[in-house]
């Protein structure tokens, strides 16, 4: 019943716009822009013969690989940096500068370095995932409390195992922060990053329905996927917020 009455408003909101939509589209008589019926039509159309799960299928993948590669390189590179101060102060300055750079601006270094293929999508989705991740994972190091060290150190733990078992369970709750984050914005990405592939992806999608015939029902129907997704993957990051190696940062 809980679960009910959280999921109720919601879904009952989304039903009012998408009859709000519908009325809009009827009552301006637009021949463009579809009603959610022609939208799902043409979800229906590209379900069947595979095309959309090949799509769905591609940007997941170079969301995958992006973001695993952007966890390897931030996590031991944020860990190390809110442990050595010389290298946070040598390094934050740099990385506060590129963070707040679009990876969209990216884009045409990423064609001339990688071209149009899979890679430069990859790249970009990188460049969104790793920055936000690695400054989230060194301030977590820096808010540990100090009482925990310091009785680490009482006992007489050694330095390698007080990182293992004081530090990274201590900072584990920032750092699947950091990852939710970088998701979020590797996936908000995702669409941009693709506009540069030649023949895949919900971003594709996007710009070749417009261009074969104003196909606007599939414009519409590849960002809707994009936000479940979206959605769906925010709430798998919740889960592993869940976690009771991670929820006691948060409480009950």
Do not use: C
């Amino acid at each position: 019943m809980e679960k009910f009455n959280k999921a109720w408003p919601p879904i009952l909101l989304m039903a009012l716009l998408t009859g709000a939509w519908h009325y809009a589209v009827v009552a301006t008589h637009s021949v463009i822009f579809p009603t959610p019926q022609q939208v799902l039509e043409g979800t229906l159309e590209l379900a069947r013969d595979g095309t959309l799960w090949q799509h769905i299928g591609a940007s997941l993948g170079r969301v995958a690989t992006g973001f695993i590669l952007a966890v390897l390189v931030a996590v031991p590179l944020g860990l190390w940096m809110g442990r050595v101060n010389t290298v946070y102060t040598t390094l934050n300055p740099v990385f506060q500068i590129l963070r707040p750079i679009s990876p969209i601006a990216w884009i045409p270094l990423a064609i001339l370095w990688f071209g149009v293929g899979d890679v430069s999508p990859v790249f970009l989705i990188f460049l969104a995932a790793v920055f936000p991740m690695i400054v989230q994972t060194a301030n977590g190091v820096h808010t540990i409390e100090q009482r925990y060290l310091h009785a680490a150190l009482n006992f007489g733990v050694s330095r390698r195992k007080m990182f293992r078992q004081v530090v990274i369970p201590a900072v584990l709750p920032d750092i699947v922060v950091g990852m939710r984050i970088s998701l979020g914005v590797a996936w908000l990405v995702v669409v941009a990053a693709e506009m540069i592939v030649r023949g895949s992806g919900l971003g594709f999608m996007i710009i070749d329905a417009r261009n074969a015939g104003n196909r606007y029902d599939l414009v519409i129907a590849a960002m809707a996927i994009i936000g479940i997704i979206g959605l769906l993957l925010d709430v798998a990051m919740r889960r592993l917020e869940g976690l009771n190696s991670v929820r006691w940062r948060y409480g009950k």
